[in-house]
């Protein structure tokens, strides 16, 4: 039985969905102002983890996340541009496609736009305003009074401060600090900094407050209550209150049942950021030897809840502890043992399927879930040492790995050999094994020397020599 923490609550909750078996879910997505940097990535992981652990427990999962294409910061960016807002946005947006593809990152059923949604947006202020909980100010802005909304404050754990209300606790920022508390934007007169940017309206020419975005998206594409609300533990305030002040100001309903957050991720144990130089994109994972799939992996091996602290030394373990899996894969492949110990490998794939999902119905622990799977690898890895692994034990353990890896994304990642490569390695391996034959064995260790700086490890069993990349 599946569980969560839930923010709003404070502690883990026995997940139920509103309509049995069905899962409506939504992920805060980007702001397309800029590249995404690996921080962001660490919510979206953890977000397709979740999903993609709900598919495995047979629920059917309705996912959106949204993309926010105009907002102080997109306007901004444009502006600095000269470009259109579409054309500057969807620059970054394609990029994060591709960055999604990278990480093996499930697509979600719909990718909606803020400013596909316009009319949704004033249709709600409308209605806010209409219930005594939106009103315009002198600037021509129309913004929501907190003071109306009783349990403001709550999913923040906010309610036992003094809030501010009305004008002197107004703020037109798009975001801000969570000692700035006030009535917020739900729809921006427009502006000289705007440029040709705005919608007409009610209230005037402008553009929707970045808050009442999410709540119109959702509102439309999944209904007036979902089941799972996702982004970084960041969104908490203001967006995430202010999205439930919102949608349950019109509805007089519980918007979201559970509310999901991702810890931040610190690199070398500081705050992510340009001016420290230790900002990183996906593309700089890339580059490094062990990939993004050991991005992934690192990421995975962290609880979500606990702050992760990146490093190039914990991405190379990583990748290290990810060859260990590639390699055990390998060994399956070649498995040419006996079967005489298929009852107890059987006995072990059922064990091991009952420990993942223990850990992972315990609020997704990865970290012992995982450790589970390394043990059982070490445990397979006995009984082929042993050459107790025939055709059929190598595929029920081959697929019960995949039945791992709809979850994992990262077992069956390896990436394929270059043809130019693969073959100066079998010439090399022919070469030292013809010097190991002729007992010329100073030569055939100058050949596993070489191979082994090109990160090629070699096995020998009887006369046939395997070998894998590290």
Same mark, same amino acid.
């Given at each position: 039985m599946l569980k969560l923490y839930n923010t709003l609550s404070r502690q883990n909750e026995i997940f139920v969905p509103l309509t049995d078996k069905k899962v409506k879910m939504y992920t805060c997505g980007p702001t397309v102002y800029n590249y995404i940097h690996i921080g962001n990535y660490t919510t979206y992981l953890f977000s397709d983890l979740l999903k993609r652990y709900l598919l495995h427990s047979g629920f059917r999962v309705n996912d959106v996340m949204n993309i926010t294409d105009v907002d102080d910061k997109t306007i901004k960016g444009s502006s600095e541009a000269g470009s259109t807002l579409t054309d500057f946005t969807q620059k970054y947006e394609q990029t %994060?496609?591709?960055?999604?593809?990278?990480?093996?990152?499930?697509?979600?059923?719909?990718?909606? /736009?803020?400013? /596909?949604?316009?009319?949704?947006?004033?249709?709600?202020?409308?209605?806010?305003?209409? #219930?005594?909980f939106a009103y315009q100010a002198e600037d021509k802005s129309v913004y929501y009074d907190i003071s109306e909304f009783e349990s403001y404050g709550k999913l923040a754990n906010l309610e036992n401060q003094n809030l501010k209300t009305g004008a002197a606790g107004r703020t037109n920022s798009d975001e801000y600090e969570k000692d700035n508390v006030g009535d917020f934007a739900l729809w921006k007169a427009h502006n000289q900094a705007d440029g040709d940017i705005k919608w007409d309206s009610p209230w005037g020419p402008g553009r929707p407050g970045w808050h009442i975005e999410c709540s119109a998206m959702i509102m439309k594409l999944l209904g007036d209550q979902i089941d799972i609300h996702i982004g970084g533990e960041d969104l908490i305030f203001p967006h995430h209150q202010n999205e439930i002040a919102q949608t349950e100001a019109i509805t007089e309903k519980q918007f979201v049942k559970y509310w999901l957050h991702k810890a931040h991720l610190k690199v070398d144990n500081k705050k992510m950021s340009k001016s420290l130089g230790n900002f990183f994109l996906l593309k700089d994972v890339a580059t490094e030897n062990s990939g993004v799939m050991a991005f992934r992996f690192l990421v995975t091996t962290s609880h979500y809840r606990q702050p992760l602290n990146f490093t190039r030394e914990s991405l190379q373990a990583s990748a290290e502890a990810l060859n260990k899996i590639y390699n055990f894969v390998d060994r399956l492949n070649i498995a040419n043992g006996s079967d005489n110990q298929l009852e107890k490998i059987e006995r072990l794939i059922t064990e091991n399927v009952k420990q993942f999902e223990l850990y992972m119905n315990d609020d997704l622990n990865t970290p012992n879930a995982i450790a589970t799977l390394f043990t059982f690898i070490n445990e397979i890895n006995k009984y082929l040492d042993q050459k107790q692994v025939g055709g059929k034990a190598a595929k029920m353990l081959t697929n019960h790995l995949k039945q791992l890896d709809k979850v994992w994304a990262f077992i069956f990642t390896r990436k394929?050999?270059?043809?130019? %490569? &693969?073959?100066?390695?079998? @010439?090399?391996?022919?070469?030292? +094994?013809?010097? $190991?034959? +002729? $007992? #010329? %064995? =100073?030569? =055939?260790?100058?050949?596993?020397?070489?191979?082994?700086?090109? +990160?090629? &490890?070699?096995?020998?069993?009887?006369?046939? @020599? /395997?070998? @894998?990349?590290?």
């Amino acid at each position: 039985m599946l569980k969560l923490y839930n923010t709003l609550s404070r502690q883990n909750e026995i997940f139920v969905p509103l309509t049995d078996k069905k899962v409506k879910m939504y992920t805060c997505g980007p702001t397309v102002y800029n590249y995404i940097h690996i921080g962001n990535y660490t919510t979206y992981l953890f977000s397709d983890l979740l999903k993609r652990y709900l598919l495995h427990s047979g629920f059917r999962v309705n996912d959106v996340m949204n993309i926010t294409d105009v907002d102080d910061k997109t306007i901004k960016g444009s502006s600095e541009a000269g470009s259109t807002l579409t054309d500057f946005t969807q620059k970054y947006e394609q990029t %994060f496609y591709d960055d999604l593809k990278q990480l093996h990152i499930l697509k979600a059923k719909k990718y909606p /736009h803020a400013t /596909h949604y316009i009319k949704q947006i004033i249709k709600l202020i409308k209605q806010l305003e209409k #219930n005594g909980f939106a009103y315009q100010a002198e600037d021509k802005s129309v913004y929501y009074d907190i003071s109306e909304f009783e349990s403001y404050g709550k999913l923040a754990n906010l309610e036992n401060q003094n809030l501010k209300t009305g004008a002197a606790g107004r703020t037109n920022s798009d975001e801000y600090e969570k000692d700035n508390v006030g009535d917020f934007a739900l729809w921006k007169a427009h502006n000289q900094a705007d440029g040709d940017i705005k919608w007409d309206s009610p209230w005037g020419p402008g553009r929707p407050g970045w808050h009442i975005e999410c709540s119109a998206m959702i509102m439309k594409l999944l209904g007036d209550q979902i089941d799972i609300h996702i982004g970084g533990e960041d969104l908490i305030f203001p967006h995430h209150q202010n999205e439930i002040a919102q949608t349950e100001a019109i509805t007089e309903k519980q918007f979201v049942k559970y509310w999901l957050h991702k810890a931040h991720l610190k690199v070398d144990n500081k705050k992510m950021s340009k001016s420290l130089g230790n900002f990183f994109l996906l593309k700089d994972v890339a580059t490094e030897n062990s990939g993004v799939m050991a991005f992934r992996f690192l990421v995975t091996t962290s609880h979500y809840r606990q702050p992760l602290n990146f490093t190039r030394e914990s991405l190379q373990a990583s990748a290290e502890a990810l060859n260990k899996i590639y390699n055990f894969v390998d060994r399956l492949n070649i498995a040419n043992g006996s079967d005489n110990q298929l009852e107890k490998i059987e006995r072990l794939i059922t064990e091991n399927v009952k420990q993942f999902e223990l850990y992972m119905n315990d609020d997704l622990n990865t970290p012992n879930a995982i450790a589970t799977l390394f043990t059982f690898i070490n445990e397979i890895n006995k009984y082929l040492d042993q050459k107790q692994v025939g055709g059929k034990a190598a595929k029920m353990l081959t697929n019960h790995l995949k039945q791992l890896d709809k979850v994992w994304a990262f077992i069956f990642t390896r990436k394929k050999v270059d043809k130019n %490569f &693969e073959q100066r390695v079998e @010439t090399l391996i022919k070469s030292r +094994n013809d010097h $190991r034959k +002729n $007992r #010329n %064995f =100073a030569e =055939a260790d100058k050949i596993r020397d070489e191979l082994a700086k090109m +990160n090629v &490890e070699i096995k020998d069993e009887g006369e046939k @020599t /395997h070998w @894998t990349i590290k």
